[in-house]
């Protein structure tokens, strides 16, 4: 799965709170909802998503089922955590960011000054 095809996946504000908790190990789909605070039909499309495009996985525990990063997923975080890393050391950004702040500071000092 290309690299844009799988951010766009997981971009989703439910899919991205299921993964943060999902980072601090398995959990059932009743904790996800007390946690979320959201319904269960928005949980479910979420999880039905990862789990299709094999991001977490499904593991029964007696009668309840618990989801967990699978491999790829964790690999898929760490990828797009690699790539906002490197964001934030490439030169070009660097200096786009400084002319930022540059810009930034002399608007606000001319803003102040009206």
Do not use: H, W
């Given at each position: 799965?290309?690299?844009?095809?799988?951010?766009?996946?997981?971009?989703?504000?439910?899919?991205?709170?299921?993964?943060?908790?999902?980072l601090n190990g398995k959990i059932?789909?009743?904790?996800?909802?007390?946690?979320?605070n959201s319904s269960e039909d928005k949980?479910?499309?979420?999880?039905?998503?990862?789990?299709?495009?094999?991001?977490?996985?499904?593991?029964?525990?007696?009668?309840?089922?618990?989801?967990?990063?699978?491999?790829?997923?964790?690999?898929?975080?760490?990828?797009?955590?690699?790539?906002?890393?490197?964001?934030?050391?490439?030169?070009?950004?660097?200096?786009?960011?400084?002319?930022?702040?540059?810009?930034?500071?002399?608007?606000?000092?001319?803003?102040?000054?009206?």
């Amino acid at each position: 799965m290309e690299q844009l095809e799988i951010m766009k996946i997981m971009s989703q504000e439910e899919r991205m709170r299921i993964l943060n908790l999902l980072l601090n190990g398995k959990i059932c789909r009743k904790m996800l909802v007390e946690i979320m605070n959201s319904s269960e039909d928005k949980i479910e499309r979420a999880i039905n998503k990862l789990v299709r495009n094999n991001i977490i996985t499904l593991e029964r525990d007696g009668e309840r089922m618990l989801y967990a990063l699978s491999k790829n997923g964790y690999e898929n975080i760490m990828m797009i955590q690699n790539i906002i890393a490197s964001i934030c050391i490439e030169p070009k950004f660097l200096y786009e960011k400084r002319q930022f702040c540059e810009l930034k500071d002399n608007c606000n000092r001319k803003c102040e000054s009206k």
